[in-house]
């Protein structure tokens, strides 16, 4: 077991197994519940694509208890891919795949604290949030890393930035987070022909999750955005290229509407299957992003969704749109 290289936030503590694809955190009812909730439950089914793959709990030493696992733990030989540790949530680790993995946490909503807490603890969190970004934007930038083209270390940005910065100042975060080449700065980041189309897609899949969670009736507590993304150049030209993302939104409507015209012909099966074979040989995207820990996340139907997450998300789909605009502008 191996503590996870590109932990940008939370309690210490989270590891990878030996080939880096499997994430183990400390499991606390809570999120196991939810996973378990997600992987099983109908009507969460649209939730699925926004959250790490789950491949259940390791609890005694040797033994696996999955729930509906989406691949086996143990390899074609049969050996177990992880060693066990008690009462650990095993989970997809989204950076696994990444050669310059930029990642960044950024922690959602308004309310940081549960109906059940004391007094004291609830007043501790409203002051939290008031300080912070937190309560005004419904984003805090809990932490990240960025690989620049000419080091093969990140430069980490700690929680004391986000924990310290006024709501006007989350461009300037986003805009470190997302640095491009420039003639003054050639390694800052990746050069603006690839920055943009992830930036246009990226925006895309978060404007995606927003619609999917207002549909959804919970309360999450304390949970974040995993953004990641390939600054390796050469890798992050061959992913957007097979990703086939598009520089210009338009561009990408456009092939869209050929795509779903020329697909009507095939009969829906052979398409699923098509997807799935897609899946499988397509290697590591250029980006992915998920919401991630549910410790403190309860499904409650009939409440509605949770409005200080949404608004987080509303926020970022602004700072995204800036941040495409300033990119857009260069030359
Ligand atoms: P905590 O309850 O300690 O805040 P998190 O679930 O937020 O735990 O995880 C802490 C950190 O671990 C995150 O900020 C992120 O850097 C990393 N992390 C968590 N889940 C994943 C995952 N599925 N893939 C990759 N990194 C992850
Ligand atoms: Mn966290």
Same mark, same amino acid.
């Given at each position: !077991?191996?503590?996870?290289?590109?932990?940008?936030?939370?309690? =210490?503590?989270?590891?990878?197994?030996?080939?880096?694809?499997?994430? &183990?955190?400390?499991?606390?009812?809570?999120?196991?519940?939810?996973?378990?909730?997600?992987?099983?439950?109908?009507?969460?089914?649209?939730?699925?694509?926004?959250?790490?793959?789950?491949?259940?709990?390791?609890?005694?030493?040797?033994?696996?208890?999955?729930?509906?696992?989406?691949?086996?733990?143990?390899?074609?030989?049969?050996?177990?891919?992880?060693? =066990?540790?008690?009462?650990? &949530?095993?989970?997809?680790?989204?950076?696994?795949?990444?050669?310059?993995?930029?990642?960044?946490?950024?922690?959602?909503?308004?309310?940081?604290?549960?109906?059940?807490?004391? =007094?004291?603890?609830?007043?501790? !969190?409203?002051?939290?949030? &008031?300080?912070?970004?937190?309560?005004?934007?419904?984003?805090? &930038?809990?932490?990240?890393?960025?690989?620049?083209?000419?080091?093969?270390? =990140?430069?980490?940005?700690?929680?004391?930035?986000?924990?310290?910065?006024?709501?006007?100042?989350?461009?300037?975060?986003?805009?470190?987070?997302?640095?491009?080449?420039?003639?003054?700065?050639?390694?800052?980041?990746?050069?603006?022909?690839?920055?943009?189309?992830?930036?246009?897609?990226?925006?895309?899949?978060?404007?995606?999750?927003?619609?999917?969670?207002?549909?959804?009736?919970?309360?999450?507590?304390?949970?974040?955005?995993?953004?990641?993304?390939?600054?390796?150049?050469?890798?992050?030209?061959?992913?957007?290229?097979?990703?086939?993302?598009?520089?210009?939104?338009?561009?990408?409507?456009?092939?869209?509407?050929?795509?779903?015209?020329?697909?009507?012909?095939?009969?829906?099966?052979?398409?699923?299957?098509?997807?799935?074979?897609?899946?499988?040989?397509?290697?590591?995207?250029?980006?992915?992003?998920?919401?991630?820990?549910?410790?403190?996340?309860?499904?409650?139907?009939?409440?509605?969704?949770?409005?200080?997450?949404?608004?987080?998300?509303?926020?970022?789909?602004?700072?995204?749109?800036?941040?495409?605009?300033?990119?857009?502008? !260069?030359?």
């Amino acid at each position: !077991m191996i503590p996870l290289a590109a932990q940008v936030g939370g309690h =210490p503590g989270v590891q990878t197994t030996e080939d880096g694809s499997l994430l &183990l955190k400390p499991a606390v009812p809570l999120e196991i519940e939810f996973y378990q909730r997600v992987v099983s439950e109908s009507g969460l089914v649209h939730l699925r694509p926004f959250v790490p793959k789950f491949f259940g709990t390791l609890r005694l030493e040797g033994k696996v208890e999955t729930t509906e696992i989406d691949e086996p733990l143990v390899t074609d030989e049969g050996v177990l891919k992880v060693t =066990p540790i008690d009462g650990s &949530l095993v989970l997809e680790n989204l950076v696994h795949g990444f050669t310059k993995p930029s990642v960044i946490d950024i922690k959602l909503g308004t309310i940081f604290y549960e109906d059940s807490a004391t =007094p004291e603890k609830r007043a501790r !969190m409203e002051k939290a949030a &008031l300080e912070t970004t937190s309560f005004e934007t419904g984003v805090r &930038l809990t932490g990240f890393q960025v690989y620049t083209n000419d080091s093969p270390d =990140p430069i980490l940005t700690r929680k004391e930035y986000g924990n310290s910065i006024k709501s006007s100042q989350l461009s300037e975060g986003i805009a470190r987070f997302f640095p491009v080449s420039s003639p003054s700065t050639p390694s800052a980041g990746l050069p603006r022909h690839l920055l943009l189309p992830i930036l246009r897609s990226l925006r895309e899949d978060v404007a995606e999750i927003r619609e999917t969670l207002e549909g959804v009736d919970m309360r999450m507590i304390g949970g974040s955005l995993l953004i990641v993304y390939e600054s390796d150049w050469t890798r992050a030209e061959e992913a957007v290229k097979l990703y086939e993302l598009e520089n210009d939104s338009e561009e990408m409507e456009a092939e869209n509407d050929v795509e779903i015209t020329a697909g009507e012909d095939n009969d829906g099966e052979d398409e699923d299957i098509e997807d799935e074979d897609e899946e499988e040989d397509l290697p590591v995207p250029p980006y992915t992003v998920k919401l991630i820990d549910f410790a403190h996340t309860r499904l409650m139907p009939g409440h509605g969704p949770d409005q200080g997450v949404l608004m987080g998300i509303g926020t970022l789909l602004k700072l995204l749109d800036g941040r495409i605009q300033e990119v857009d502008k !260069m030359t």
